[in-house]
């Protein structure tokens, strides 16, 4: 990528009245970014995933819009959690118990009539699995430990947790959007990593949100911060054209670390999750530069949190410009 470097902080003030939290609407989430694996399918050059994807993501659009007594059997009782604690639904702070097998149960059954055989033979053997081991599973991912589940269950399990935790989310989200609270770097309602930045459309034109990888909640970060470690010096935009690019990536030379931004007032069809996807080609050329990715893509999950990226406590001497 060629790559226009813009001065961050030449951004100018917001004074819009910001909301600090967006809380999840997940049916709407799923049905966006459904339609846009559909929309990139063919240019992404990974048509068949994308297929995939686009299933999987209408299914859990199909489980969130459950209602009454499915709803009830599906989610369960509504979670126990404590609003007066940071992150209430992070997964030591409440118990979440295993209902979220059985929004997996109704994905997988969603699922089975419409992928290859190959890959109904890996369903079976997941739902088939022992309910404890599945749990663990889940753990281990909840926990940024992805490497320690059997990489074709991941996209699956974490699929079936993010219903869950997305169905219970809006209300926690709706208390704490009343709640100020500066630089944060984790999802305020969960505590899980954010997939990207958004930079929103009308009415809150300019502002930028980070949106979980789990939760689908949104949270407010000022701009022109690294959104890792929150440090203003050294922030760098790299973008494919030198103006007006809807994708951009922040670089901070204090953390090393990296978040792309879509800008969905230049793009309204940006989503997230697809488009992150279906940039990778861009994340190559940062990690050329030594730089890492701060995020974790629901529909990728390649990433190992607590090997990767780690900010880094002491700054840089020295900040050279980035060519
Ligand atoms: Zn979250
Ligand atoms: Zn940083």
Not at 212 to 224: K, P
Not at 247 to 274: H, Q
Request: hydrophobic share 40%; glycine share 6%; aromatic share 8%.
């Amino acid at each position: 990528m060629s790559t226009a470097i813009l001065d961050a902080e030449k951004i100018p003030g917001q004074s819009l009245d910001i909301k600090t939290v967006i809380p999840a609407c997940p049916i709407a989430v799923y049905q966006f970014r459904a339609q846009r694996l559909a929309e990139l399918a063919q240019e992404s050059g990974l048509a068949e995933y994308f297929g995939l994807l686009e299933q999987l993501v209408s299914a859990q659009q199909k489980v969130a819009a459950l209602d009454g007594l499915a709803a009830k059997s599906c989610f369960g009782p509504e979670p126990r959690l404590d609003l007066t604690q940071s992150k209430p639904m992070a997964l030591d702070h409440f118990e979440w118990g295993n209902y979220w097998q059985s929004v997996l149960l109704e994905l997988v059954s969603e699922l089975m009539p419409k992928v290859s055989a190959e890959l109904r033979i890996v369903l079976k053997d997941l739902v088939k699995a022992d309910a404890d081991v599945v749990q663990g599973y889940a753990k281990s991912m909840l926990n940024g430990h992805f490497a320690q589940v059997p990489a074709q269950y991941s996209l699956f399990i974490w699929a079936a947790l993010s219903v869950y935790w997305s169905h219970w989310a809006a209300d926690v989200a709706e208390g704490l959007a009343m709640v100020g609270e500066s630089h944060r770097r984790l999802c305020p309602v969960c505590g899980s990593h954010p997939v990207g930045s958004v930079i929103k459309d009308e009415p809150r034109t300019g502002l930028r949100y980070l949106h979980c990888s789990l939760c689908e909640t949104q949270w407010h970060e000022v701009r022109a911060e690294c959104t890792a470690c929150g440090e203003s010096k050294g922030v760098n935009l790299w973008a494919e054209t030198e103006t007006n690019a809807a994708i951009r990536i922040e670089s901070c030379d204090t953390c090393k670390g990296y978040t792309k931004m879509f800008f969905t007032d230049i793009n309204p069809k940006l989503e997230v999750a697809v488009d992150d996807l279906a940039t990778m080609v861009m994340d190559n050329h940062l990690v050329e530069h030594g730089y890492s990715v701060t995020t974790v893509n629901p529909l990728l999950l390649a990433h190992e949190q607590d090997e990767g990226f780690q900010p880094s406590e002491q700054p840089h001497a020295k900040v050279g410009d980035i060519h």
